[in-house]
C-alpha cells in the first residue's frame, strides 16, 4: 500500500478544533484537494522519461545507443537504435500523456464537486476542494462524502445515519453511525453548529477503514470517538434526509485515498516467459559476444598483428586484450537485434488487436440490454486459454437472480407450469386479475410464466385445500409491504424465494397488502381478511422451518408451517401418510430437476391449548439461561401433528446457456468453484441445478465444522474415504504411491470418480488458516466441483489466493457485484457481469460482458486463438531475429571478428520495424488456429507481399543515385541493389535458399500428419468417444431421474426477522411521506437491515438479500 | 401471470445504456472482418498437394541444376600464384624487403584456348578487406569529390586522414593499401625464339558505372587534376599521388577504375578483383589460344607480411557470371533430395492409410 503523503513531520496524532481555520492552520493539514494525476505539462517530460527508462527493455536500448556513441565500440551507427527506440518511447508517453488527462479530468470532477459548508455562520456552497480540515459540512442524501468526517447530527432520530460503503470495501448493505447524544441536539441549528468549538485529537492518517480512536473535547467533557461515529469519504449517505459532519482529514489524508494503492499492474504468463526467454536470450548473446570477444584477441594476436600495415591499430603492447573487450561490446550492439525492441511493441499491438476482436464479437453481445462484450484490460488475452480455474459467483453471475414460482404440489395433484409465453392466455387472466397483474407485467414480460390452468379452475371452483395453500403461503412470511401513492404494491423481502412465493399466491387471488405486528391483511379472491398473528415462530438453520399462529376472522386459530421437507415430514399427523408418500414423490421429482422446494403444512389449534401453549413460550421467553433452547423446545411442542397441505417448487433461475458453458468448460478441464455468500444449501441447490453436482457423484463432501480441529479432521475423513473408495473400485493402485503423488499435489490426476466439495463460511475461514489449508486445497483439487458457501469477499480473495499461490494455476473470477471485487482483482483474470446492479465489478474487471454463457467463447475461443497466435508470433519473431542475426556471428569468423556487420545499416534499422513486422503482426492478430494450419486472409498476403514489395522499394530507393547525391556518407551502397539483382545467379540462389528451407518443414509437418495424427484429430475422436459414454449430459436437467432421493430443500432465509416482525421495529407506522425517489423507498427499512446485522452477529453478509421488489 | 422475482434490482440505475435505440449503435458491426470469418486459405497439407509439389520440384531443380553445372563447366578458367614464397618461383627474389621495385616473369600454359571475353582478375588470399576498423576507414564525401570533405577528410580515415599537415586525399586504410601491382600479359607466338606478342589489356571498363560516374568523383573546379588535388597529399603506402595513376584523364584521379575496384571492398579474406578485360578479337581466333604465355610482374605489393597470397586469373564468363560449380551441384542435390523424399513420402502415405483407415473403424 502507498502512503501518498510524504510528510516532513510524521503526524503522531492529529488535533482538530472545529469553526476554526486559523487554528488549524498552524498544523498544515492538507485541503480536500485529491491528485491522482501523475503530471502536469512541465514535468510530463521528464518523469515520464525517468518511468520509461526505468523499464528495463528501454534502459537496456539507452545503453546501446550510448556505447554507439563511442566511435571504438561503434559497429553501427546510432540510428539503427535511436529510430525505433524514439518510436516506442514517443508512443508510449502519447498513451501515457492521454490516460493522465483524463485522470485530471476526473480529479477536476471530483475536486469541484459541491458540497454546502458551514462558513462565517453560514451555509455555503463550497467545493471540495476548499474544503479545510475543522469544517463543518452538510450532507444530504445519497450525497458522496467529501472527506473523512465526524458525525454531528443528523435527521434521524439518535443521531443516527446509514452509509453504503460499497465504494469503500465493497459491501453493498448500510450500516449505520451514530452521533454523540451531545452532539446530535445540536441538530440543524445552524447558529448553535456555528459556535461549536469542540477539538477533536485523534489519530494519524491511516489506511484502516474499521478502526478510528479519538477524544472529543467540548464544553469541559471529554468523549470518546470510534468508528461509529466517523463517515469516511467515499461512502454515500443513504436513507438520511442530512447529517452535519466535522471534517477530520481531507484529501490525501482521507481512508480513501490512503488505501487507493497503485492498482496491481496484471501480468500474463507470457509475459513473465518472454522476460524470461529475454533474459535468457540475453545471456546467449552476452556468450556469443564472449565466444567473438576471444575470437577477436586471438585474432589479433595471430593474425591481426601481421596485418598492421593495413589495419592500423594503435592499441599499445597489450593490444590483443584490449581489442577483444571493445569488440565484445561491439557485438552486444550488433547482435542485439535478437532481442529487439519491437518485439515488447509487436506484443502490445498483437493484444490490443485481440482485444478489438472481443469488443467486436457479436456472439458475445447481450441483445437484451445491448451491451457488447468488452476487453478492458488489453494486456492479458492470452491468458485467456490457460485458465485451469474459474471462480465463480452464484447470484447474478449463474443465476438471473429471479426467482421463479415453477411447481407446486396441492394436495397430491401437480400443478405444473407451462413454460410458453402464451400471451393469450396471459392477457386472460390480467384482466381478471387486475390489481396484481397489470402491475407484475412490466416486471416480467420477457421472463418464463408460470400458469397452470387446472390451478386457477381449482381456485375457482374453491377447493378448500388449495385455499388453504394459497392462503398459507400469503400468511406465512416475513415480507414488508408498501402501498405507494398510485397504489401499487411493493414487497420488501429479505429472500427472494418468500418474494415468489408470495407473488404467487398473490397472482392466484390471495394478495398479501400489509401487516402490523399483530395483524396480517391479505385480499383473498377480492374480499380484504385480516388476521391476527399471535406468534411468529422464526425461522432458523436448524430448525429449517417457519410458522406463523393465527386467528382469522371466523376465530379459527391456525398454525401455518413451510420449511425443509426432511424436518416437516416428521411432524406431520399419521394420517398424512398417503399424502406423505406422494408428495414426497414429488419433491424428488422437483429436487431431481433443480428446484429449491418447501414443505407446508398446517395445523389447526383450539383456543385452549394455543392459550397454554402461549404461557409456556413466555415462561421460555423470560428464562434467563438456555432461553434459545428453551423457546425452540416450545416451537417444537406445538409444530406436531402438522396436516399436509403440499409443496412448492421455485426455481432460482439460472442465466441462459449456464450449464452448457459449464459443460464445455469441464470438458476443457477447467475447474470451476463456485464462491457464492448464499447459505449451503441455496448453493447446493444451485449446484445441482447447473449439473455441477450431480446424483452420479460418487459422494459429496460437505463440510461445516466450526473449529480448526473439526474442519481438519473432516478434510481427513473425506481424502480417507476418496481413496478409499478409490482403492477399492481398482485394487491394484499402491497406497502409499498416492501419498508420494499427494505431497506435489498431482493426486487429482489418479482420483477416479467424481467428488464434490461444499465447505461452509465458517469452515472455510478455518480452511484458510495455514495449516489446514493444505489440507483443504489437496482435497479441493482433487474435486471435480467446489462451492464455497456463506463466504465473505474477502473470503472470496483468500481463496482466489490460495489456488493462485499454491497450485500456480491460471485463475479466473467472474462475478458481477461489489461483493466480488475483491476475487475479480486477486484473480489473474477477473471478469464482470455487466449491466447488473452496480457497477463496482466491472469497473475492476479485466473483461465485462452481459452473460455468463459468453465465457465460453471467451475462454476457448479468443483466449485459445490469441493464446495460439502469441505461441505462434513469439516463435515465428525470435526465429526471424535468430536468423537474422546469428549471420553475424557466422562472419565475425571471417571478417577477424571485428563487428563488421554483413548488412547495411538502413537494412539493420529497418528490419525489424518496417520489413519484417507486419508479416509477422498479421500473424499474430489473424491467424486462427486450426492447431497446425494455418490461416491466410487477405490481410496475410497484402502485408506479406506489400513487405516483399516495401523491401524492394527501399532498397532501390536507397540505393538510387538521387539519395546517394543528397547524403553521400549515409547511403554510399550507390548502384548495389541494381548491380545485384540484375544478377541471375541472385535469384537463382534465392530460388533455391526459399525450397532447400521449406521443403524439411514441409515433410516433417506431412509426416506428422500421417504418422501422428494431429491433436485436432484426437479431440475430434476423443470428444466422439466422450459423446457416445455419457450421453447424460443434456439441455435439461429434466431427463436425469435421480435414484436417490435428494431433498431440494433451500432458502435463502435469515434468522432474526420474526422477532423485528412481531416487534414491530421495522415497521414505519409514522406517516411516511410519500415516496419520491426510488432510492427513498429502497432503503428506507434501513433500520431494519442494522438491527438484524447486529441480531445475526455472524460476518455472513448479507447483502444479495435485504432488496426490494416493486409490484 | 406471472411470479418472477427480481431480487437484485437495479440500485445504481439502469445500465447506462437503455436498450432500444442506442442498442444499434452498440451492436458491433457484422462485418466479416470484425467478427473473424475473412475468407481464408488455410494450407493444408494433404498427401495430394505435398507429394506432387516434391516431384515437381524435383523434376525442375535437377535440370536447372545439369544445365547450371555445365554451363560453368564450360567456363574456363585459369590462376596463376605469384606470390613467390616458394624459392623455385621467379618471383622469389621480390620478397626481399630490400628490393623497392622487382619485376619477375612467370609463364604458364593454356591447354584450351579461351574463347569470347576474358577477364583478367587479380585475387589475395588472407587479406581482411572485411575488417571493421578497415571497412569505415575512407570518406565518400571525399572520394564524391566534395571540395570541402578533400582538404578535411571525414574522422573516420584516421590514422590516415591527415600526412606531413595535410589532408590525405584518398584518405583511409582502404585507399592507402591499395594494390600496386602491374600485371603484362604476353603470348609466345613462337616457342623457339620466344616471341612475345602482347595481350591488349583493357583498363577501362572493368568498374561499375555508377560508381565510376556517380559515386566517385574528382574534385570539381577548373585546371588541371593537379592543381585540383594541390592541397592535398598522397596516401603514406602510394608510390605516386592520386592524379598520376593514369595518363588519361577520363581514368584518372578518383575515377580510375582500377582504385575504384579496390575501394569496393570486398566480403571474405580471400577475393578476386577485376583487374582487365582482354576482349574478343573476331569471330574466327579465340581471345587467348591455347599456349605458351607469360605473365610479367611488376613485384610492389607486399603480401609476405601477413602470409597472404597473390594469383592472377584468366576467365572466361557465361550467362550466369563467373564459373561456379557450387549452385548446379547444390540443385542437382536439392531436386534429388526434393525427388526422393516424394518418394519415401509415398511410400509412408501408401501404407499409412491402409492401417488408419482401420484404426477408424474400430473406434
Redesign the interface.
Same mark, same amino acid.
Given at each position: 500500500r502507498m502512503f501518498c503523503n510524504k510528510k516532513k513531520l510524521i503526524e503522531v496524532e492529529r488535533v482538530v478544533k472545529a469553526n476554526d481555520r486559523e487554528y488549524n492552520e498552524q498544523f498544515q493539514y492538507t485541503d480536500n484537494r485529491i491528485h491522482t494525476s501523475k503530471y502536469n505539462i512541465l514535468t510530463f517530460l521528464p518523469i515520464n522519461l525517468f518511468e520509461q527508462f526505468q523499464r528495463v527493455a528501454n534502459a537496456y536500448f539507452l545503453f546501446l545507443l550510448i556505447l554507439q556513441l563511442i566511435?571504438e565500440i561503434s559497429?553501427l551507427t546510432w540510428f539503427t537504435t535511436i529510430v525505433p527506440l524514439v518510436l516506442v518511447v514517443s508512443m508510449t508517453a502519447v498513451k501515457d500523456a492521454t490516460d493522465d488527462y483524463f485522470r485530471h479530468k476526473s480529479d477536476n470532477q471530483v475536486n469541484n464537486r459541491q458540497s454546502e459548508v458551514l462558513i462565517n455562520s453560514k451555509l455555503q456552497n463550497e467545493k471540495w476542494m476548499n474544503v479545510k480540515v475543522g469544517d463543518i459540512i452538510k450532507l444530504e442524501n445519497n450525497q458522496f462524502v467529501a472527506a473523512d468526517l465526524l458525525l454531528l447530527s443528523s435527521s434521524e432520530p439518535h443521531g443516527l445515519c446509514y452509509i453504503e460503503t460499497a465504494e469503500l470495501d465493497g459491501e453493498?448493505n448500510l450500516k449505520v453511525r451514530q452521533a454523540l447524544s451531545v452532539t446530535s441536539e445540536l441538530g440543524a441549528d445552524i447558529s448553535r453548529l456555528a459556535r461549536f468549538d469542540g477539538i477533536v485529537v485523534c489519530e494519524a492518517p491511516n489506511n484502516k477503514l474499521d478502526k478510528f480512536t479519538g477524544v472529543l473535547s467540548w464544553k469541559e467533557s471529554k468523549h470518546t470517538l470510534s468508528n461509529q461515529k466517523i463517515i469516511l469519504r467515499g461512502c454515500v449517505l443513504r436513507n438520511t434526509g442530512w447529517c452535519f459532519g466535522m471534517v477530520l482529514f481531507a484529501g490525501p489524508d482521507t481512508k480513501l485515498m490512503q488505501n487507493s494503492g497503485k492498482t496491481k499492474f496484471k501480468r500474463t504468463s507470457i509475459d513473465k516467459l518472454m522476460n524470461t526467454l529475454v533474459l535468457w536470450i540475453f545471456g546467449f548473446l552476452v556468450c556469443l559476444g564472449i565466444i567473438l570477444a576471444i575470437g577477436n584477441s586471438i585474432w589479433e594476436n595471430e !593474425? /591481426?598483428g +601481421?596485418?598492421r600495415?593495413?589495419?592500423?591499430?594503435?592499441g599499445g603492447e597489450k593490444s590483443s586484450m584490449l581489442s577483444g573487450f571493445l569488440t565484445f561490446w561491439?557485438y552486444v550492439i550488433i547482435l542485439n537485434t535478437v532481442v529487439p525492441i519491437s518485439l515488447y511493441v509487436s506484443v502490445e499491438v498483437i493484444r490490443l488487436g485481440h482485444s478489438?476482436?472481443i %469488443?467486436?464479437?457479436?456472439k458475445m453481445?447481450y441483445? &437484451?440490454? =445491448?451491451? $457488447?462484450a468488452e476487453a478492458r484490460t488489453t494486456t492479458l488475452n492470452e491468458e485467456l486459454g490457460q485458465i485451469e480455474y474459474v471462480f465463480s459467483d452464484k447470484?447474478?453471475t449463474l443465476t438471473q %437472480?429471479?426467482?421463479?414460482?415453477k411447481k407446486c404440489s396441492i394436495n397430491g395433484r401437480v400443478y405444473a407450469g407451462e413454460l410458453q409465453d402464451d400471451l393469450d +392466455? #396471459?392477457k386472460e387472466?390480467?384482466k381478471k386479475?387486475e390489481p396484481v397483474?397489470v402491475s407484475? #407485467?412490466s416486471?416480467?414480460e420477457k421472463?418464463?410464466?408460470?400458469?397452470d390452468h387446472s390451478l386457477m379452475e381449482s381456485v375457482e371452483l374453491g377447493d378448500p385445500k388449495v385455499h388453504e395453500f394459497l392462503r398459507l403461503l400469503a400468511l406465512c412470511h416475513t415480507v414488508m409491504s408498501e402501498e405507494n401513492s398510485a397504489g401499487q404494491l411493493t414487497y420488501q423481502?429479505q429472500s $427472494?424465494d418468500e418474494?415468489?412465493l408470495v *407473488?404467487?399466491a398473490g %397472482?392466484f387471488g390471495f394478495v398479501f397488502k400489509s401487516r402490523t405486528p399483530e395483524t396480517i391483511t391479505i385480499e383473498e379472491l377480492g374480499t380484504l381478511v385480516t388476521y391476527q398473528l399471535l406468534a411468529f415462530l422464526d425461522f432458523n438453520n436448524i430448525r429449517k422451518r417457519m410458522s406463523v399462529i393465527v386467528r382469522n376472522p371466523e376465530g379459527q386459530i391456525k398454525l401455518y408451517s413451510k420449511g425443509a421437507d426432511t424436518i416437516l415430514f416428521e411432524k406431520l399427523h399419521p394420517s398424512n401418510k398417503d399424502l406423505l408418500s406422494l408428495t414426497s414423490d414429488h419433491l424428488s421429482d422437483f429436487a431431481g430437476e433443480g428446484l429449491r422446494t418447501l414443505a407446508i403444512a398446517y395445523r389447526d389449534l383450539d383456543d385452549k391449548y394455543f392459550k397454554v401453549w402461549q404461557k409456556m413460550l413466555e415462561d421460555a421467553d423470560a428464562a434467563v439461561d438456555e432461553r434459545d433452547e428453551r423457546i425452540s423446545g416450545v416451537y417444537e411442542e406445538i409444530e406436531r401433528d402438522l396436516m399436509l397441505l403440499g409443496a412448492t417448487a421455485v426455481e432460482d433461475k439460472l442465466q441462459e446457456g449456464v450449464i452448457e458453458t459449464i459443460a464445455s468448460l469441464s470438458l476443457a478441464n477447467i475447474k470451476i468453484w463456485v464462491l457464492t455468500g448464499d447459505k449451503q444449501e441455496t448453493a447446493i441447490n444451485i449446484g445441482y441445478a447447473c449439473n455441477m453436482l450431480t446424483d452420479d457423484m460418487d459422494d459429496v463432501f460437505v463440510i461445516t465444522g466450526s473449529t480448526a480441529v473439526e474442519v481438519r479432521d473432516e478434510f481427513r475423513k473425506a481424502k480417507e474415504n476418496l481413496f478409499g473408495q478409490n482403492n477399492f473400485s481398482n485394487g491394484h493402485v499402491v497406497y502409499e504411491k498416492k501419498r508420494q503423488l499427494e505431497s506435489d499435489c498431482g493426486a487429482e490426476d489418479t482420483v477416479t470418480g467424481e467428488y464434490a466439495l461444499v465447505i461452509n463460511g465458517h469452515s472455510l475461514a478455518h480452511a484458510l488458516e495455514s495449516d489446514v489449508k493444505n489440507d483443504f486445497l489437496e482435497l479441493a483439487c482433487m474435486c471435480k466441483t467446489v462451492v464455497c458457501c456463506r463466504v465473505t469477499p474477502l473470503q472470496k480473495a483468500q481463496v482466489v489466493e490460495l489456488v493462485k499461490m499454491h497450485r500456480n494455476a491460471v485463475t479466473l473470477a467472474i462475478g458481477d &457485484?461489489a461483493n466480488d471485487v475483491s476475487m475479480i482483482k486477486s484473480a489473474h483474470i477477473g471478469v464482470g457481469i455487466? /449491466?447488473?446492479?452496480?457497477?463496482q465489478a466491472v469497473l475492476v474487471s479485466d473483461y465485462s460482458f452481459a452473460q455468463f454463457r459468453y465465457l465460453r467463447r471467451l475462454l476457448l475461443v479468443h483466449g485459445r486463438w490469441s493464446y495460439f497466435r502469441m505461441c505462434k508470433f513469439l516463435c515465428y519473431f525470435f526465429y526471424k531475429n535468430f536468423a537474422f542475426t546469428l549471420v553475424h556471428f557466422w562472419f565475425g569468423f571471417?571478417?577477424?571478428f571485428?563487428?563488421?556487420t554483413?548488412y547495411d545499416q538502413w537494412f539493420i534499422t529497418l528490419f525489424n520495424i518496417v520489413y519484417t513486422s507486419l508479416p509477422v503482426l498479421a500473424m499474430g492478430i489473424?491467424d486462427?488456429i =486450426?492447431l497446425d *494450419?494455418?490461416?491466410? *486472409? !487477405?490481410?496475410n498476403h497484402v502485408f506479406i507481399w506489400g513487405s516483399v514489395a516495401t523491401y524492394f522499394f527501399i532498397l532501390l530507393t536507397m540505393h538510387s %543515385?538521387g539519395v546517394? &547525391?543528397i547524403f $553521400?556518407?549515409q547511403f554510399?551502397f550507390?548502384?548495389n541493389a541494381?548491380?545485384s539483382l540484375s544478377?541471375?545467379?541472385i535469384w537463382?540462389?534465392i530460388l533455391?535458399t526459399t525450397?532447400?528451407s521449406v521443403?524439411p518443414v !514441409?515433410?516433417f509437418?506431412?509426416?506428422k500428419?500421417?504418422?501422428y $495424427?494431429s491433436l485436432s484429430d484426437k479431440i475430434r475422436?476423443w470428444q #466422439? =468417444?466422450q459423446k457416445k459414454a455419457k450421453p447424460t449430459h443434456s439441455r435439461r436437467p429434466q431427463t436425469r431421474r435421480s435414484s436417490s432421493r435428494r431433498s431440494g430443500y433451500a432458502f435463502a432465509h435469515q434468522e432474526g426477522y420474526g422477532e423485528l416482525i412481531t416487534s414491530g421495529k421495522n415497521m414505519r407506522t409514522q406517516n411516511l411521506p410519500p415516496t419520491s425517489g426510488v432510492?427513498k423507498m429502497?432503503y428506507n427499512n434501513a433500520s431494519w437491515v442494522e438491527n438484524l446485522c447486529e441480531k445475526t452477529a455472524d460476518t455472513v453478509n448479507s447483502f444479495?438479500?435485504e432488496?426490494?421488489?416493486?409490484l | 401471470m406471472a411470479m418472477n422475482y427480481n431480487a437484485k434490482d437495479e440500485v445504481d440505475g439502469g445500465p447506462p445504456c437503455a436498450p432500444g435505440g442506442a442498442a444499434k449503435t452498440r451492436r458491433p458491426d457484422n462485418t466479416a472482418f470484425k467478427q473473424q470469418r475473412l475468407p481464408a486459405w488455410q494450407p493444408i497439407l494433404t498427401a495430394g498437394t505435398v507429394l506432387p509439389t516434391f516431384f515437381i520440384i524435383g523434376l525442375i531443380f535437377i535440370p536447372i541444376g545439369i544445365g547450371i553445372f555445365v554451363t560453368s563447366n564450360n567456363i574456363r578458367e585459369i590462376e596463376i600464384d605469384y606470390t613467390g614464397t616458394e624459392p623455385s618461383s621467379p618471383c622469389n627474389k621480390c620478397l626481399s624487403p630490400n628490393v623497392t621495385s622487382c619485376f619477375c616473369t612467370i609463364n604458364f600454359t593454356l591447354e584450351e584456348s579461351f574463347e569470347g571475353n576474358v577477364f583478367m582478375y587479380y585475387g589475395l588470399s588472407n587479406f581482411y578487406q572485411n575488417h571493421r576498423r578497415y571497412v569505415k576507414s575512407r570518406d565518400d564525401s571525399q572520394l564524391n569529390g566534395d571540395p570541402s570533405a578533400l582538404l578535411n577528410p571525414s574522422k573516420e580515415c584516421e590514422p590516415y586522414r591527415r600526412s606531413e599537415d595535410k589532408p590525405i586525399a584518398p584518405c583511409g586504410a582502404i585507399a592507402n593499401s591499395m594494390f600496386n601491382d602491374t600485371l603484362e600479359l604476353f603470348l609466345v607466338t613462337n616457342e623457339s625464339d620466344l616471341t612475345l606478342t602482347p595481350i591488349t589489356l583493357k583498363k577501362k571498363g572493368i568498374a561499375w558505372w555508377t560508381d565510376k560516374n556517380v559515386k566517385f568523383r574528382n574534385p570539381p573546379g577548373a585546371g588541371s587534376l593537379e592543381e585540383k588535388f594541390k592541397d592535398t597529399t598522397k596516401p603514406v603506402n602510394w608510390h605516386q599521388p592520386v592524379y598520376k595513376l593514369d595518363t588519361d584523364e577520363d581514368n584518372n584521379g578518383f575515377i580510375n577504375e582500377d582504385f575504384i575496384v579496390w575501394m569496393r571492398t570486398a566480403a571474405l579474406p580471400t577475393f578476386r578483383k577485376l583487374y582487365r578485360l582482354i576482349e574478343r578479337r573476331s569471330d574466327l581466333h579465340p581471345t587467348l589460344p591455347a599456349g605458351q604465355y607469360y605473365l610479367n610482374i611488376t613485384y610492389n605489393y607486399p603480401v609476405h607480411s601477413f602470409d597472404g597470397r597473390k594469383r592472377m586469373i584468366l576467365s572466361t564468363i557465361s550467362w550466369m557470371g563467373g564459373k561456379n560449380p557450387f549452385l548446379g551441384i547444390a540443385y542437382i542435390t536439392i531436386g534429388s533430395i526434393s525427388f526422393l523424399l516424394g518418394v519415401v513420402l509415398l511410400v509412408i502415405n501408401h501404407k499409412y492409410r491402409n492401417s488408419s483407415n482401420t484404426a477408424d473403424i474400430t473406434i
Open positions: 566511435p559497429s453493498t !593474425v /591481426g +601481421q596485418f600495415a593495413f589495419i592500423f591499430w594503435s561491439s478489438y476482436f %469488443n467486436w464479437d457479436r453481445y441483445s &437484451g440490454k =445491448a451491451i $457488447p447470484t447474478g %437472480n429471479i426467482m421463479t414460482f +392466455q #396471459k387472466i390480467t386479475r397483474d407484475v #407485467k416486471q416480467t421472463r418464463l410464466h408460470f400458469f423481502v $427472494p418474494g415468489a *407473488t404467487a %397472482n &457485484g455487466s /449491466g447488473q446492479e452496480g457497477l571471417f571478417c577477424g571485428s563487428a563488421q554483413v489473424f486462427q =486450426a *494450419t494455418s490461416y491466410w *486472409t !487477405v490481410i %543515385n546517394f &547525391g $553521400p556518407n554510399p550507390v548502384g541494381w548491380h544478377q541471375k545467379c537463382l540462389v533455391l525450397v532447400a521443403m !514441409v515433410a509437418r506431412f509426416l500428419m500421417e504418422l $495424427p475422436r #466422439k =468417444a432510492e429502497l444479495s438479500q432488496k426490494t421488489v416493486r | -
